[in-house]
C-alpha cells in the first residue's frame, strides 16, 4: 500500500522527474524509516525516497536538521522534493559506499577516513545553528540509561539487579549526567559513526579531496561536545586499538581548540569526559540492541553486543567510581553461564 502511494506521489513530480518503474529497495536503520532508490526519467544518475509512515515517524526534524548542516558547509543529501503528509522525501543519492565497508574493504585508507569525519564533525560542531533544536539534559540521559536495565537486564539476561546493584548503578548514572551536563554544547548528531557516514562518488565532491556525506541527523539536540567523536571513534561496528583511539581523540581536540569549541584545556580532562560520555552512550546502547531484538524482531543487532560490552568493560575498569559496574555485569555473566547463556 505504502509502495502503491509512494509511486503515485512520484510519478506527480514535474521537477525533478522520476522513473517511477525503476524503484528498488536500498538498506534502512534501526527505525521504521525505509528507502528506496529510483533512476532519474533520462536514465542518467538515481534519487534516494525516504519513507516515514506517519504516526510512526516524522520527518519535520530531518528536514530542520537537512538544512542545518548544509548551512554549516555539510554534505547532507539534499531535499529534492517533499510530501510531508505522507511522509516521502525525495533525497540526492549518495551511493553505495558507507565509511563501515570502506574501512572493512579497505577502498580508503583508515587515516584518511578517520581525519576527515573529525574534520567534518569540527566544521558542524563550529558552524551548525543550534536553535530549534531539544536539549540533552538529565531526563533525556537517564531516559537513555534506563534502557540498560530494562531490555539488557531484565529481558535480555533474563535478571534483576539486587538493590545494591541498583545504588551502584543509579551512582554511575549521576556522574555520567554529571560530567555529560559539565561539557560546553554544540550540535549533537548522536549517530555520527561509520554507518551514517557515505563515501561519496567522485563526481559528487570538489576536486579530488575525499568527500563524506552525513545521513541520519534527525535526531540531532543540542549537548556535550564529546558525544559525537565518541560515537565515531568507540563504534559499535568497527573497533582500533586504544592508542589509535587516543591519537585520532587528541587530534579532535587540537581542531576543536583551534576552531573555538568549547573544550577542556587539559587533554587528559577532555579524554575523561569522552570515556565518561562513551559509557552513558554504550549503556544505552546494550539497551537498544537488546529492544531491537525482542521488540523489533532484528536480531543483527545482538552480534555487536560484545563490542559495546567490551567499551563498558575497559571504561568501568579504569575509574574507581565505575568499577563496580564490572561486578554488576560479572554476576549477570555468570548467572547467565550456570543456565548454559551467556551474553
Known amino acids: 500500500m505504502r509502495k502503491n502511494v509512494c509511486l503515485e506521489w512520484l510519478s506527480s513530480l514535474v521537477d525533478p522527474k522520476v522513473a517511477v518503474n525503476s524503484m528498488r529497495s536500498v538498506a534502512g536503520d534501526a527505525s521504521f524509516r525505509s528507502y528506496h532508490r529510483v533512476m532519474k526519467q533520462e536514465g542518467c544518475g538515481s534519487f534516494i525516497v525516504m519513507d516515514a509512515p506517519p504516526g510512526q515517524e516524522d520527518i519535520s526534524p530531518f528536514i530542520l536538521t537537512t538544512e542545518k548542516l548544509i548551512a554549516a558547509g555539510v554534505r547532507a543529501p539534499a531535499i529534492l522534493a517533499q510530501n510531508k503528509t505522507q511522509g516521502f522525501l525525495l533525497l540526492e543519492d549518495f551511493g553505495d559506499q558507507t565509511f563501515l565497508s570502506a574501512v572493512r574493504e579497505h577502498h580508503v585508507a583508515d587515516t584518511l577516513l578517520y581525519e576527515k569525519a573529525l574534520k567534518i564533525l569540527v566544521k558542524i560542531q563550529a558552524n551548525a545553528d543550534v536553535s530549534g533544536l531539544k536539549p540533552y539534559c538529565a531526563d533525556k540521559l537517564l531516559q537513555e540509561m534506563s534502557l540498560f536495565e530494562q531490555w539488557f537486564v531484565n529481558r535480555h539476561c533474563a535478571a ?118 562513551g559509557l552513558q552512550r554504550h549503556l544505552k546502547v546494550l539497551g537498544i540492541f537488546a529492544r531491537l531484538n525482542y521488540r523489533d524482531n532484528k536480531p543483527n543487532y545482538l552480534n555487536d553486543l560484545p563490542t559495546v560490552l567490551a567499551y563498558v568493560r575497559q571504561v568501568a575498569a579504569r575509574y574507581s567510581q565505575l568499577k563496580p559496574l564490572n561486578r554488576i555485569l560479572d554476576r549477570l555473566h555468570n548467572n547467565s553461564a550456570q543456565v548454559g547463556y551467556t551474553f
Open 160 to 277: 534483576n539487579l539486587t538493590a545494591q546493584e541498583q545504588a551502584w548503578l543509579q551512582s554511575i548514572q549521576s556522574y555520567l549526567v554529571d560530567s555529560a551536563l559539565a561539557e560546553g554544547s554544540v550540535f549533537v548528531h548522536r549517530d555520527y559513526h561509520s554507518r551514517n557516514l557515505m563515501v561519496l562518488p567522485q563526481q559528487q565532491t570538489q576536486g579530488t579531496e575525499l568527500d563524506l556525506g552525513v545521513l541520519d541527523h534527525q535526531d540531532a539536540v543540542v549537548g556535550p561536545v564529546s558525544y559525537d567523536v565518541v560515537s565515531l571513534l568507540r563504534d559499535a561496528y568497527v573497533t582500533w586499538p586504544e592508542e589509535r583511539t587516543l591519537d585520532w581523540a587528541i587530534r579532535y581536540w587540537e581542531q576543536a581548540r583551534q576552531a573555538g569549541i568549547q573544550i577542556p584545556s587539559d587533554p587528559s580532562e577532555f579524554y575523561r569526559q569522552f570515556d565518561y560520555m
